[in-house]
């Protein structure tokens, strides 16, 4: 099982420490590095900025949201990407939901979800692959755009720049079974949103037959610290803040997966308060014993022990949020 930093993106503003962690990470063998985007600073910005300050460390998105950008947009991001790093980009893309896509990109949410991720796709792919021009006859990414308020002068184009890898590996952000489904087939990775290594299966059943070489790449709080509850509080937090505030109270795919993952009711409350404005109890409505599952909180001994789940599973890249060198240098020497 590889390792990755996982940065996230900015909150007020840009951290100072995101450079030095992920030149750390390198330095300690750790083979990739991810930044992502909300509603504020953007994926790939940050992540060519690292670039530009590291040498051998895979750069990946986790994620970029498909509604911030067209496709072909997306795909020379990556491919001026690729290029200027030598070859280390890894694009994970993830849809987000209505509340973003309507509310910040003024977009309609796909009323098809796996439609408009597979068209996305398939687009990305023809972009890096430079066969011919670049032709979709599709529902949500038509190319060209042939609207009812089309000139009807758009035509098929080639990217004028050759692209470095025309295999440039593209994972998926999914959660619901047929979103994991369609990932397994149509991409290359995966990356799951709060796995819990002892029950792969509430994502579905394809989990069961994942292909070979195909990278599965959950994201995880990773924090060494004597005391475990108060370790977990960070976890807490972010729990809350997506449960409750990441989309609409009918309409959540975090509270929903949340909700399958047994914690049904736990979800709903947690919505309830963060929704009304309580937010502070929303988070301590957040049980313990989810926070932790899907983590690796506590003292050194305690996260080897428990590092081992995550070995025997489909893992192949545990994509760290780790706040400090001493945690990354931890995991690195437990995962040796």
């Known amino acids: 099982m590889r390792l990755g930093l996982a940065l996230g993106y ?18 300690l063998g ?16 940050p992540l060519t900025w690292i670039a530009a300050q590291t040498s051998t460390i895979k750069l990946g998105t986790a994620v970029a949201q498909m509604a911030a950008r067209s496709p072909t947009t997306t795909a020379m991001h990556a491919l001026t990407l690729d290029h200027l790093s030598g070859g280390r980009m890894l694009l994970g893309l993830g849809l987000s939901g209505p509340q973003v896509v309507e509310g910040w990109y003024g977009r309609p949410f796909p009323k098809s979800p796996l439609t408009a991720t597979r068209e996305y796709v398939d687009v990305v792919r023809q972009v890096l692959r430079r066969e011919g021009p670049v032709a979709v006859d599709g529902r949500f990414h038509a190319l060209p755009y042939r609207g009812p308020d089309a000139t009807g002068l758009g035509k098929p184009l080639k990217p004028i720049t050759h692209p470095l890898r025309a295999g440039l590996p593209i994972l998926l952000g999914a959660e ?12 290359d990775g995966w990356l799951p949103l709060y796995w819990a290594p002892s029950r792969p299966e509430v994502y579905g059943p394809a989990v069961a037959d994942i292909p070979e070489n195909f990278l599965v790449a959950p994201m995880a709080q990773v924090r060494v610290c ?3 509850a108060a370790g977990l509080l960070p976890v807490k937090a972010m729990l809350g803040f997506y449960i409750g505030g990441m989309g609409h109270a009918a309409r959540n795919f975090h509270a929903d997966l949340m909700a399958r993952m047994g914690y049904e009711e736990e979800a709903r409350r947690i919505q309830e308060l963060f929704l009304s404005g309580r937010r502070e109890e929303a988070v301590l409505a957040v049980p313990d014993a989810f926070a932790d599952e899907i983590s690796l909180v506590g003292p050194r001994e305690r996260i080897a022990e428990r590092l081992e789940l995550w070995r025997k599973g489909p893992v192949t890249d545990l994509l760290a949020l780790a706040p400090d060198p001493h945690t990354l240098r931890v995991l ?5």
């Open 332 to 336: 690195a020497e437990l995962n040796s």
């Open 10 to 27: 900015w909150g007020r503003g840009p951290s100072a420490d995101h450079v030095p962690l992920a030149r750390e990470a390198e330095r």
């Open 226 to 228: 004597d005391d475990v």
């Open 30 to 45: 750790y083979d990739s590095v991810w930044t992502a985007e909300s509603w504020g600073s953007d994926a790939f910005t």
């Open 176 to 187: 619901g079974p047929k979103n994991v489904a369609q990932t397994l087939r149509i991409a």
